[in-house]
């Protein structure tokens, strides 16, 4: 059974840091595309963030670019969102997600997901 469990969401005010943590168990995470989506009251999910299986490929939506930098160590199965300059805009749950196929990114729609973790950005 895959799983992904997140970690490290929290309140921090305007300006700061946060790093989320994404560990996967039941799969091998170097096979997987791997990132981040987010999800606001009232509002649509939205991509944040995706890495390629070996690291070597990112994307990031507008909103985050220069602010955000995903990243993964493969050896221990975890991917990270490292998420600087937080805006009050950035206030959302976080869900991990991860699929074999790059298309299944590009429809929204990779086959694992996670819980997700609340971040809450005060100004």
């Known amino acids: 059974q895959v799983q992904l469990v997140e970690s490290g969401g929290g309140s921090v005010q305007a300006g700061g840091s946060l790093r989320l943590s994404c560990v996967v168990t039941?799969?091998?995470?170097?096979?997987?595309?791997m990132g981040w989506f987010r999800q606001a009251p009232g509002k649509e999910r939205e991509r944040v963030a995706r890495?390629?299986?070996?690291?070597?490929?990112?994307y990031y939506a507008d909103s985050v670019k220069g602010r955000f930098t995903i990243s993964r160590d493969n050896a221990k199965n975890t991917v990270y969102l490292q998420m600087n300059s937080l805006k009050s805009e950035d206030t959302a749950m976080y869900y991990c997600a991860g699929d074999v196929a790059l298309m299944a990114w590009l429809s929204s729609s990779p086959k694992y997901w996670g819980q997700g973790t609340q971040v809450t950005v005060s100004s």
């Open positions: 890495i390629s299986p070996t690291g070597g490929t990112q």
């Open positions: 039941g799969y091998t995470v170097s096979s997987l595309y």
